[in-house]
């Protein structure tokens, strides 16, 4: 029959359509749970994280701030130190003991005496004083004013045969300049008998002036441009050896011995060189350390005839 066949054939294409159409609405579901699953793409690993981007902060002046140490952990860079605190002034390498002499074995020895003689005395031999002097250059002991056997002024003129009397007329200005700059008033007019015999008017030949024997260059300020004024010149000569002692620690050796031209690492040659110049005797008397301490400030006369202190002379060569 042809009407059975026809309805046959219209029954078998709705029911192979509709398997189609479920097929079709199952592979949608898959591909949109596929497309749940998958992994973020480039570009939205890449875009902004909103989320965290928005969150608050707390104003900067509210914030705590961080250490020094986090932010050179943060930087890889060291944290800044704290300046290292200045060096302490060198411990003195000598003592006194109740002999009154100095003991110390810095340069071979002290090799001092309680008594004065010719090349030693109670502040030490003069190879010690002079220490370096003919092996790499000067480097002395220190030596502070604390360490000196001293004779004051006073107690210095009060003897007959004391070469301080010289000085006597310019006692108060040396006891007045000892006061202001704190140096023993024995020490300044000791300086004025080693470089003048304490003559005011003595002009060196290097063109030094007065008592002190104080350089051109000090005379700034003289009254009325005389820098051989007895109260100016042991002012003057005071003030600047105040100096070199604060410079040096207070080590009395370099401080004395800057005051007649030494310098630390100078040599026998050195000290000797001008002998050869028109300026013989701009010479560093090799002699000035052993005389000033263990003669002058001992009220012992360094140039008597008799008992003259020293090794070298070297000045004598100049007449």
Same mark, same amino acid.
């Given at each position: 029959?042809?009407?059975?066949?026809?309805?046959?054939?219209?029954?078998?294409?709705?029911?192979?359509?509709?398997?189609?159409?479920?097929?079709?609405?199952?592979?949608?579901?898959?591909?949109?749970?596929?497309?749940?699953?998958?992994?973020?793409?480039?570009?939205?690993?890449?875009?902004?994280?909103?989320?965290?981007?928005?969150?608050?902060?707390?104003?900067?002046?509210?914030?705590?701030?961080?250490?020094?140490?986090?932010?050179?952990?943060?930087?890889?860079?060291?944290?800044?130190?704290?300046?290292?605190?200045?060096?302490?002034?060198?411990?003195?390498?000598?003592?006194?003991?109740?002999?009154?002499?100095?003991?110390?074995?810095?340069?071979?020895?002290?090799?001092?005496?309680?008594?004065?003689?010719?090349?030693?005395?109670?502040?030490?031999?003069?190879?010690?004083?002079?220490?370096?002097?003919?092996?790499?250059?000067?480097?002395?002991?220190?030596?502070?004013?604390?360490?000196?056997?001293?004779?004051?002024?006073?107690?210095?003129?009060?003897?007959?045969?004391?070469?301080?009397?010289?000085?006597?007329?310019?006692?108060?200005?040396?006891?007045?300049?000892?006061?202001?700059?704190?140096?023993?008033?024995?020490?300044?007019?000791?300086?004025?008998?080693?470089?003048?015999?304490?003559?005011?008017?003595?002009?060196?030949?290097?063109?030094?002036?007065?008592?002190?024997?104080?350089?051109?260059?000090?005379?700034? /300020?003289?009254? $009325? =441009?005389?820098?051989?004024?007895?109260? +100016?010149?042991?002012?003057?000569? &005071?003030? *600047?050896? !105040?100096?070199?002692?604060?410079?040096?620690?207070?080590?009395?050796?370099?401080?004395? /011995?800057?005051? $007649? =031209?030494?310098?630390?690492?100078?040599? +026998?040659?050195?000290?000797?060189? &001008?002998? *050869?110049? !028109?300026?013989?005797?701009?010479?560093?008397?090799?002699?000035?350390?052993?005389?000033?301490?263990?003669?002058?400030?001992?009220?012992?006369?360094?140039?008597?005839?008799?008992?003259?202190?020293?090794? *070298?002379?070297?000045?004598?060569?100049?007449?």
């Amino acid at each position: 029959m042809k009407v059975p066949t026809i309805v046959l054939a219209l029954f078998l294409s709705a029911a192979t359509a509709n398997a189609s159409l479920n097929h079709a609405h199952a592979d949608i579901a898959a591909r949109h749970a596929s497309i749940a699953r998958r992994a973020p793409t480039s570009l939205e690993k890449r875009a902004p994280n909103t989320r965290s981007r928005r969150r608050c902060q707390a104003p900067a002046s509210n914030r705590a701030s961080p250490s020094p140490a986090n932010v050179a952990a943060a930087n890889n860079t060291p944290a800044p130190q704290a300046a290292a605190p200045a060096p302490a002034a060198p411990a003195p390498q000598t003592q006194w003991q109740t002999s009154g002499i100095v003991h110390s074995d810095y340069c071979g020895g002290a090799r001092a005496t309680p008594e004065t003689s010719r090349e030693t005395g109670p502040h030490g031999h003069i190879d010690f004083l002079n220490c370096g002097i003919h092996s790499g250059g000067w480097s002395p002991p220190y030596l502070g004013l604390g360490d000196l056997h001293i004779v004051p002024l006073g107690t210095a003129l009060q003897s007959g045969d004391s070469p301080f009397h010289a000085c006597a007329p310019f006692r108060g200005i040396f006891e007045a300049a000892a006061g202001e700059y704190g140096v023993p008033a024995i020490m300044l007019a000791s300086f004025a008998m080693q470089e003048s015999s304490c003559n005011p008017n003595t002009v060196g030949g290097g063109g030094e002036q007065g008592l002190m024997q104080i350089t051109q260059d000090k005379c700034g /300020g003289a009254p $009325n =441009g005389d820098c051989r004024n007895p109260d +100016f010149n042991i002012r003057a000569g &005071a003030r *600047y050896f !105040a100096e070199r002692l604060a410079a040096h620690n207070g080590n009395v050796l370099l401080a004395l /011995g800057q005051y $007649n =031209g030494w310098f630390p690492g100078m040599t +026998f040659e050195r000290a000797t060189a &001008a002998q *050869y110049s !028109a300026c013989c005797r701009c010479q560093n008397n090799l002699d000035y350390l052993h005389q000033f301490l263990n003669g002058w400030i001992r009220n012992i006369n360094s140039y008597n005839a008799n008992n003259r202190l020293g090794r *070298y002379f070297n000045l004598d060569v100049c007449g």
